[in-house]
Protein backbone atom coordinates (compact mmCIF):
# COMPACT_ATOMS: atom_id res chain seq x y z
CA UNK A 1 0.00 0.00 0.00
CA UNK A 2 2.92 2.25 1.11
CA UNK A 3 4.52 1.63 -2.44
CA UNK A 4 1.57 2.07 -4.33
CA UNK A 5 1.22 5.30 -2.40
CA UNK A 6 4.73 6.13 -3.07
CA UNK A 7 4.13 5.53 -6.58
CA UNK A 8 1.22 7.69 -7.06
CA UNK A 9 2.70 10.64 -5.49
CA UNK A 10 5.76 10.11 -7.69
CA UNK A 11 3.57 9.89 -10.99
CA UNK A 12 1.66 13.38 -9.76
CA UNK A 13 4.86 14.91 -9.26
CA UNK A 14 5.98 13.93 -12.99
CA UNK A 15 2.83 15.17 -14.64
CA UNK A 16 2.70 18.34 -12.89
CA UNK A 17 6.30 18.76 -13.73
CA UNK A 18 5.28 17.88 -17.27
CA UNK A 19 2.64 20.18 -17.42
CA UNK A 20 4.78 22.90 -15.98
CA UNK A 21 7.15 22.29 -19.08
CA UNK A 22 4.50 22.36 -21.33
CA UNK A 23 3.50 25.90 -19.77
CA UNK A 24 6.78 27.31 -20.12
CA UNK A 25 7.43 25.92 -23.49
CA UNK A 26 4.39 27.91 -24.62
CA UNK A 27 5.05 31.68 -22.35
CA UNK A 28 9.38 30.99 -24.40
CA UNK A 29 7.22 31.09 -27.37
CA UNK A 30 4.75 33.66 -26.93
CA UNK A 31 7.65 36.12 -25.37
CA UNK A 32 10.22 35.58 -27.89
CA UNK A 33 7.27 36.53 -30.80
CA UNK A 34 6.42 39.56 -28.35
CA UNK A 35 10.01 40.19 -28.96
CA UNK A 36 10.01 40.16 -32.36
CA UNK A 37 7.39 42.15 -32.44
CA UNK A 38 8.58 45.01 -30.03
CA UNK A 39 11.34 45.15 -31.46
CA UNK A 40 9.89 45.90 -35.37
CA UNK A 41 7.90 48.50 -33.26
CA UNK A 42 10.90 50.13 -32.18
CA UNK A 43 12.25 50.33 -35.49
CA UNK A 44 9.10 51.28 -37.08
CA UNK A 45 8.85 54.04 -34.43
CA UNK A 46 12.38 55.31 -35.72
CA UNK A 47 10.93 55.18 -39.74
CA UNK A 48 8.52 57.00 -38.85
CA UNK A 49 10.60 60.08 -36.78
CA UNK A 50 13.17 59.82 -39.48
CA UNK A 51 10.50 60.54 -42.55
CA UNK A 52 8.99 63.14 -40.20
CA UNK A 53 12.07 65.03 -39.90
CA UNK A 54 13.51 64.43 -43.10
CA UNK A 55 9.99 66.06 -45.02
CA UNK A 56 10.32 69.04 -42.65
CA UNK A 57 14.52 69.86 -43.18
CA UNK A 58 14.02 69.89 -47.19
CA UNK A 59 14.05 73.40 -48.25
CA UNK A 60 13.42 73.17 -51.44
CA UNK A 61 12.08 71.00 -54.39
CA UNK A 62 8.85 68.54 -54.55
CA UNK A 63 7.87 67.81 -50.79
CA UNK A 64 5.29 65.39 -52.23
CA UNK A 65 7.96 62.44 -52.01
CA UNK A 66 8.58 62.97 -48.61
CA UNK A 67 5.06 63.47 -47.29
CA UNK A 68 4.15 60.30 -49.29
CA UNK A 69 6.66 58.32 -47.56
CA UNK A 70 5.16 60.00 -44.53
CA UNK A 71 1.71 59.23 -44.66
CA UNK A 72 2.77 55.29 -45.38
CA UNK A 73 4.88 55.36 -42.01
CA UNK A 74 2.43 56.91 -40.34
CA UNK A 75 0.06 54.18 -40.92
CA UNK A 76 2.43 51.71 -40.17
CA UNK A 77 2.98 53.49 -36.74
CA UNK A 78 -0.74 53.09 -36.32
CA UNK A 79 -0.98 49.14 -36.66
CA UNK A 80 2.14 48.89 -34.65
CA UNK A 81 0.21 50.85 -31.83
CA UNK A 82 -2.58 48.49 -32.33
CA UNK A 83 -0.65 45.27 -31.89
CA UNK A 84 0.86 47.35 -28.52
CA UNK A 85 -2.51 47.23 -27.49
CA UNK A 86 -3.48 43.21 -28.44
CA UNK A 87 -0.12 42.43 -27.14
CA UNK A 88 -1.27 44.33 -23.57
CA UNK A 89 -4.80 42.45 -23.68
CA UNK A 90 -2.94 39.03 -24.22
CA UNK A 91 -0.30 39.14 -21.04
CA UNK A 92 -3.54 40.56 -18.96
CA UNK A 93 -5.22 37.59 -20.71
CA UNK A 94 -3.41 34.47 -21.35
CA UNK A 95 -0.23 35.43 -20.26
CA UNK A 96 -1.47 35.87 -16.28
CA UNK A 97 -2.80 32.36 -16.71
CA UNK A 98 0.21 30.91 -17.74
CA UNK A 99 1.83 32.03 -13.87
CA UNK A 100 -1.45 30.85 -12.45
CA UNK A 101 -0.72 27.41 -13.53
CA UNK A 102 3.15 27.65 -13.46
CA UNK A 103 2.34 28.58 -9.45
CA UNK A 104 -0.11 25.88 -8.89
CA UNK A 105 2.28 23.61 -10.04
CA UNK A 106 5.11 25.04 -7.89
CA UNK A 107 2.35 24.65 -5.11
CA UNK A 108 1.69 21.32 -5.53
CA UNK A 109 5.47 20.30 -5.27
CA UNK A 110 5.88 18.05 -1.76
CA UNK A 111 9.49 18.17 -1.63
CA UNK A 112 10.59 21.54 0.36
CA UNK A 113 13.92 21.89 -1.08
CA UNK A 114 12.75 21.17 -4.99
CA UNK A 115 9.39 23.85 -4.02
CA UNK A 116 11.59 26.66 -2.99
CA UNK A 117 13.78 26.72 -6.22
CA UNK A 118 11.03 26.10 -8.81
CA UNK A 119 8.70 29.40 -6.61
CA UNK A 120 12.62 31.13 -7.21
CA UNK A 121 12.43 30.36 -10.77
CA UNK A 122 8.81 31.07 -11.23
CA UNK A 123 9.70 34.55 -9.19
CA UNK A 124 12.63 35.66 -11.23
CA UNK A 125 10.41 35.26 -14.70
CA UNK A 126 7.35 36.68 -13.05
CA UNK A 127 9.17 39.61 -11.88
CA UNK A 128 10.35 40.36 -15.81
CA UNK A 129 6.93 39.58 -16.99
CA UNK A 130 5.82 42.55 -14.54
CA UNK A 131 8.11 44.84 -15.97
CA UNK A 132 7.22 43.68 -19.68
CA UNK A 133 3.50 44.51 -19.27
CA UNK A 134 3.65 47.85 -17.16
CA UNK A 135 6.68 48.84 -20.37
CA UNK A 136 3.91 47.82 -22.96
CA UNK A 137 1.13 49.76 -21.01
CA UNK A 138 3.13 53.13 -20.31
CA UNK A 139 4.19 52.49 -24.10
CA UNK A 140 0.39 52.43 -25.18
CA UNK A 141 -0.86 55.69 -22.99
CA UNK A 142 2.34 57.25 -24.67
CA UNK A 143 1.48 56.07 -28.07
CA UNK A 144 -1.63 58.29 -28.07
CA UNK A 145 -0.32 61.84 -28.23
CA UNK A 146 2.24 60.63 -30.46
CA UNK A 147 -0.10 59.06 -32.68
CA UNK A 148 -2.11 62.80 -32.33
CA UNK A 149 0.72 64.80 -33.32
CA UNK A 150 1.26 62.45 -36.46
CA UNK A 151 -2.14 62.54 -37.68
CA UNK A 152 -2.40 66.62 -36.81
CA UNK A 153 0.49 66.94 -39.18
CA UNK A 154 -0.60 64.35 -41.93
CA UNK A 155 -3.89 66.63 -42.05
CA UNK A 156 -2.27 69.63 -41.95
CA UNK A 157 -0.22 69.18 -44.99
CA UNK A 158 -2.54 67.22 -46.85
CA UNK A 159 -3.74 70.26 -48.84
CA UNK A 160 -0.72 72.26 -48.40
CA UNK A 161 2.51 70.40 -48.94
CA UNK A 162 4.92 73.24 -49.57
CA UNK A 163 7.48 74.81 -47.61
CA UNK A 164 5.06 77.74 -45.92
CA UNK A 165 2.75 74.37 -44.63
CA UNK A 166 5.98 72.77 -43.30
CA UNK A 167 6.96 75.77 -41.70
CA UNK A 168 3.44 76.49 -39.81
CA UNK A 169 3.57 72.77 -38.13
CA UNK A 170 6.80 73.31 -36.67
CA UNK A 171 5.59 73.55 -32.66
CA UNK A 172 3.97 70.41 -33.60
CA UNK A 173 6.83 68.71 -35.31
CA UNK A 174 8.70 69.30 -31.81
CA UNK A 175 5.72 67.73 -29.73
CA UNK A 176 5.75 64.96 -31.98
CA UNK A 177 10.14 64.48 -31.44
CA UNK A 178 9.01 64.59 -27.42
CA UNK A 179 6.11 62.24 -27.52
CA UNK A 180 8.12 59.32 -29.60
CA UNK A 181 10.96 59.90 -26.90
CA UNK A 182 8.63 58.39 -24.50
CA UNK A 183 7.21 55.75 -26.56
CA UNK A 184 10.46 54.71 -27.76
CA UNK A 185 11.80 54.70 -23.69
CA UNK A 186 8.93 52.55 -22.69
CA UNK A 187 9.34 50.36 -25.86
CA UNK A 188 13.12 49.59 -25.20
CA UNK A 189 12.61 48.83 -21.34
CA UNK A 190 10.28 46.27 -22.50
CA UNK A 191 12.60 44.95 -24.84
CA UNK A 192 15.36 44.72 -22.01
CA UNK A 193 13.04 42.68 -19.73
CA UNK A 194 11.71 40.35 -22.47
CA UNK A 195 15.46 39.74 -23.35
CA UNK A 196 15.86 38.47 -19.97
CA UNK A 197 12.73 36.51 -19.72
CA UNK A 198 13.60 34.36 -23.07
CA UNK A 199 16.88 33.74 -20.86
CA UNK A 200 15.63 32.36 -17.84
CA UNK A 201 13.06 30.45 -20.16
CA UNK A 202 15.86 29.23 -22.37
CA UNK A 203 16.47 25.25 -21.66
CA UNK A 204 20.19 26.34 -21.06
CA UNK A 205 18.75 28.56 -17.89
CA UNK A 206 20.68 27.54 -14.59
Same mark, same amino acid.
Given at each position: ?? !? ?8 ? /? ?18 ? &????? /? ?36 ? +??? &? ?35 ? !? ?52 ? !? ?7 ? +? ?17 ? &? !? ?5 ? &?
Amino acid at each position: MK !KQICYMMGLA /TLLATATQAAGQEQLAASIK &EAHVE /TARTATQLDYTLDSLNALTKQKEGDLRPAYSNYCTQVS +NTE &EAAGWTKTRILWMAGDGRKYFKDWQDTVTSIANPSLR !KKAQKRLDTVQDSFDKVEASLKQAGEKFKPFLSDLSDIKAALSTDVTAGGVKAI !KSTVSSANW +NYKAVDRSIKSALKEMEKM &E !KALSPDA &E
